[in-house]
T-cell receptor, first 110, second 112 residues
Framework: QKEVEQNSRPLSVPEGAIASLNCTYS??????FFWYRQYSGKSPELIMS????GDKEDGRFTAQLNKASQYVSLLIRDSQPSDSATYLC??????????FGKGTMLLVSP | DAGVTQSPTHLIKTRGQHVTLRCSPI?????VSWYQQVLGQGPQFIFQ???????GRGNFPDRFSARQFPNYSSELNVNALLLGDSALYLC???????????FGPGTRLTVL
């Protein structure tokens, strides 16, 4: 059973801090990794994709991938209250569809 | 450019009824995937279509069916609705089955 695990406890950070969100996956054949942001009552929005080991930066967001450890993370620098949302990690093997974790809620306090 | 569109936005049905949800992908995208998201969970895969052919099916009962039309739009049908079918139904569009998926706004289905 392919699984994607995320910390179910909400993450609270003050405005301006770095938020670190983590995800582990069980399928070693996973090749593509995604982070989606989902505001309450809305649909998921793709914010980052990463395919090879290392870091990928886009603005205030950095995705990190370590395939040997089956671990992917998302760093959000200079966190803003508008970043408060649930962050979903999703993985994909080849042409298969996405497998999602349950998401981690991020709360950024002013 | 228009994103993924879904209709209706909200729907209330009673147990035993049938429902049809509709999705139009991003222009140029040929693959549509359907997901079910219940409160507090991540989206669960239901179906994937590419070029009008079913490319994948998740662990859902036969009450769930779907199809893709020549213009790449798609319908998800659910028969004999159960209370447990209450969820947000998401359609995701991608250029093909290997590419990034972009979600529509979803259809909120409530079964009473």
């Amino acid at each position: 059973q392919k699984e994607v695990e995320q910390n179910s406890r909400p993450l609270s950070v003050p405005e301006g801090a770095i938020a670190s969100l983590n995800c582990t996956y069980s399928d070693r054949g996973s090749q593509s990794f995604f982070w989606y942001r989902q505001y309450s009552g809305k649909s998921p929005e793709l914010i980052m994709s990463i395919y090879s080991n290392g870091d990928k930066e886009d603005g205030r967001f950095t995705a990190q991938l370590n395939k040997a450890s089956q671990y992917v993370s998302l760093l959000i620098r200079d966190s803003q209250p508008s970043d408060s949302a649930t962050y979903l990690c999703a993985v994909k093997r080849g042409y298969s569809t996405l497998t999602f974790g349950k998401g981690t809620m991020l709360l950024v306090s002013p | 450019d228009a994103g993924v569109t879904q209709s209706p936005t909200h729907l209330i049905k009673t147990r035993g009824q049938h429902v049809t949800l509709r999705c139009s992908p991003i222009s140029g995208h040929k693959s549509v995937s359907w997901y079910q998201q219940v409160l507090g969970q991540g989206p669960q895969f239901i179906f994937q279509y590419y070029e009008k052919e079913e490319r994948g099916r998740g662990n859902f009962p036969d009450r769930f069916s779907a199809r893709q039309f020549p213009n790449y739009s798609s319908e998800l049908n659910v028969n004999a609705l159960l209370l447990g079918d209450s969820a947000l139904y998401l359609c995701a569009s991608s250029f093909d089955v290997a590419n990034e998926q972009f979600f529509g706004p979803g259809t909120r289905l409530t079964v009473l």
